[in-house]
């Protein structure tokens, strides 16, 4: 037993090196690294499947999970349902995390996707009269870019410091005295005919299928809009590798090319 032991011991360490190699050979084939990425239900879902697939070719499988609204996508990031999100802009999210506690912050720029004014009354903002009803997003962030809008239209004029969060109750003056109705985002394309204008976020107008070229009758500026969108992750894994694969996958021609395709150049990309 003692003599067989050192010869087991040295066929074992001169059969190591030659085993090397094959460890070598098996490490590199194991799974691609895998992640859940949250976006808004529908056509944020086919634009950001262009961007897995470009991730895909990088070693990084995502998996896009759609919501229905802007409230979810956050709460599903913080407490781990989903690895990132892209469907807000950065004053959302500086909003979400301060009201609701949230340890999310932005990695990458997406897309811009600009506000505007929508009507199936209407042909101009110069025909909005007194007493119109306008619709408004409920949202802190988005009903404050709506209202911003508005003044920057010259129909109303908000008080000094509002900021980007500003609500109805922050309106100074309304000259033609315009009934301010605050809906969720997401319902405010399928309740034009009930409104005389509304202030639609662009994915939503065309989710809820507003012929933009047509019924939109006014649209914020994108040269130097604070509202770009973003990607979000939890504090604490900004710096994980695939966070950098994922944001590389975004700023490329195949992201550009589906946000063109998919929103006939009504959003714009962000870098």
Known sequence: MTRSTPRLARRSVLALPALLPLFSIVRPARAATSIRLGTMSGESEDVFRAAAEEAKARGLDVKIIGFND??????????????????????????????????????????????????????????????ARVGVPNDPTNGGRGLLLLQTLGLIKLRAGAGLTATARDIAENPKGLKIVELDAGILGRSLSDLDVAVVNTNWAVTAGLDIAHERIAVEPTENNPYRNIVAVKQGRENEPWVKTLVESIHTDRFRDALKATWKGYVVPAF
């Open 70 to 131: 802007y409230v979810v996508p956050n709460a599903a990031l913080e407490h781990g349902d989903i690895d990132a999100n892209a469907f807000q802009h950065g004053p959302y999210l500086e909003d979400q995390v301060k009201s609701r506690g949230y340890h999310l912050v932005a990695v990458g720029f997406t897309y811009i996707a600009p506000i505007g004014v929508y009507s199936r009354k209407l042909h101009a903002v110069s025909e909005i009269g007194r007493g």
